[in-house]
């Protein structure tokens, strides 16, 4: 089993940036498909962008060109870096780990941008 706490999330100013991580304790890392996820107020929750323990990554069409997801296994951590964001990213992020049908998520670290 492994427990996230994202962090990094706040108020950004529309075209600005944010980074944004997730740090899990608890299990063997590397073995984890990773995920970002963000769910905006009366929305469904979505897929931002995942990364498999492979490296491999997909964004969802907002996210591409402007989002980059990394790893660092050694630290037991997932990034999310954020670019020329836009007040439609307003939302809570969640990490989110992946493995054999298991899905584990951390409790969401708010991102608002606005002027």
């Known amino acids: 089993q492994v427990q996230l706490a994202e962090s990094g999330g706040g108020l950004a100013q529309p075209g600005g940036s944010l980074r944004l991580s997730c740090a899990a304790t608890?299990?063997?890392?590397?073995?984890?498909?990773m995920g970002w996820y963000r769910q905006a107020p009366g929305k469904q929750r979505e897929l931002v962008a995942g990364i498999t323990s492979g490296g491999s990554t997909n964004f969802a069409d907002s996210a591409k060109g402007r989002f980059t997801i990394s790893r660092d296994n050694a630290k037991k951590t997932v990034y999310l870096q954020m670019n020329s964001l836009k007040p439609e990213d307003t939302a809570v992020y969640y990490c989110?780990?992946?493995?054999?049908?298991?899905?584990?998520w951390g409790q969401g670290t708010q991102v608002t941008v606005s002027s």
């Open positions: 989110n780990a992946y493995l054999a049908a298991q899905n584990y």
């Open positions: 608890g299990s063997i890392f590397s073995i984890y498909d």
